[in-house]
């Protein structure tokens, strides 16, 4: 597989933390816009994300990871195990702290595993929103990163600083902006059919966090990928539960960056669970890549889950739902299994 960074040429920031400590926001304050999804509740960043960033000239690649947690099970440890595995990919780790809240035991734990990690961190604490708060920051000192730098996300305050300091950390490469050019695909389909464990077939390796719980992805994951010889560019995006007008917080922007996605792609894979009776969202989703008239391709996952009699009612299902798209290639497959 081929790694964004060698592919785009642009030095890697990763912003890494404790949940819930400011990382999304600030990732969206770099960028000047809101394109990670904020909540205020832990674990809304599940996956790994990439995005492009740009301040005074210079371009890099910014990462947005879940909360880290030193004694994680379940959901958790697969969201902790994404966040090292991006450290790994970093030129350069952000490390952010709350510090309303002051360095925490988990904090000291990150501290060590980030120095095993060998790469260059920054301490970021977030949360300063007065002169008073900086000072009674300056605590964090006793982490051993060197001097915190004081921002707020949430309102800006010293966030260009901020900037200034991490191009200028960057390694000298990547002064503009490089259009990859290679050929764009997003995955599409309603909540748990296996659209991130098509990306990860696709990948052949854990790229996307797959869970048996709904909505495990909540941002497009960009991913390039090198498929017998030539480069695509996938984009996992988060299960579509409503329409957009209908939905509200988290569902409400991954909703939206969804068809961005459809937008910005040539290709759609329509992803659908053929174990399961088809339903309204899948419906409505395929009506979504019919109108954006871009090339479509149903992929019929959970195959061998299928016995005759589903079958059957499947094929059923089929003429009455998807006669709209008849052009549209059907491929059965398992993205579980690699079959």
């Known amino acids: 597989m081929l790694k964004q960074r060698s592919l785009l040429g642009l030095p890697v920031v990763v912003v890494v933390g404790r949940p819930n400590v400011g990382k999304s926001t600030l990732v ?9 999804i904020i909540e205020d509740s ?7 994300i990439r995005y492009e960033a740009e301040w005074n000239g210079r371009h890099f690649v910014v990462v947005d990871t879940g909360g880290w947690e030193p004694t994680a099970e379940g959901m958790a440890l697969k969201i902790t195990d994404a966040a090292e595995s991006a450290i790994q990919e970093a030129d350069l780790v952000l490390f952010v702290v709350d510090s309303q809240v002051g360095a925490q035991n988990d904090d000291d734990a990150m501290v060590q595993m980030l120095r095993k990690s060998g790469k ?7 949360k300063i ?3 008073r708060d900086e000072i009674d920051a300056h605590s964090l000192w006793n982490l051993g990163l060197g001097e915190p730098k004081f921002v707020s996300a ?6 260009g600083d901020l900037l200034d300091e991490i ?6 490469f990547g002064r ?3 259009d990859d050019g290679f050929r764009k695909i997003a995955i599409v389909g309603r909540p748990n059919v296996g659209k991130s464990s098509l990306l990860n077939a696709f990948a052949g390796e854990t790229r996307a966090i797959v869970d048996d719980a709904e909505g495990t992805t909540r941002d497009p994951i960009d991913e390039v990928i090198d498929i017998d010889g030539r480069t695509w560019r996938f984009i996992d995006t988060a299960g579509i539960r409503r329409r957009a007008h209908q939905a509200s917080g988290t569902d409400y922007y991954a909703m939206l960056r969804t068809e961005r996605a459809i937008e910005g792609a040539e290709v759609i894979i329509m992803v659908v669970d053929a174990s399961a009776t088809i339903t309204e969202q899948d419906l409505r989703i395929i009506s979504l890549a019919e109108d954006s008239g871009k090339a479509l391709v149903i992929a019929m996952n959970k195959w061998d889950l299928v016995d005759e ?14 006669d709209q798209v008849p052009w549209a290639k059907r491929i059965n497959i398992s993205a579980k299994t690699g079959w």
């Open 28 to 36: 969206n304050r770099i960028l000047g816009s809101r394109e990670a």
């Open 309 to 322: 009699e589903r079958r059957i009612s499947l094929e059923r299902e089929i003429d009455r739902g998807f």
């Open 167 to 172: 191009v200028s950390a960057l390694p000298e």
């Open 120 to 126: 260059e961190v920054m301490l970021v604490a977030n």
């Open 42 to 48: 832990p674990g809304v960043t599940r996956d790994r």
């Open 154 to 159: 949430a309102h800006g305050r010293g966030s």
């Open 176 to 178: 503009s902006r490089i």
């Open 129 to 131: 929103d007065s002169d």
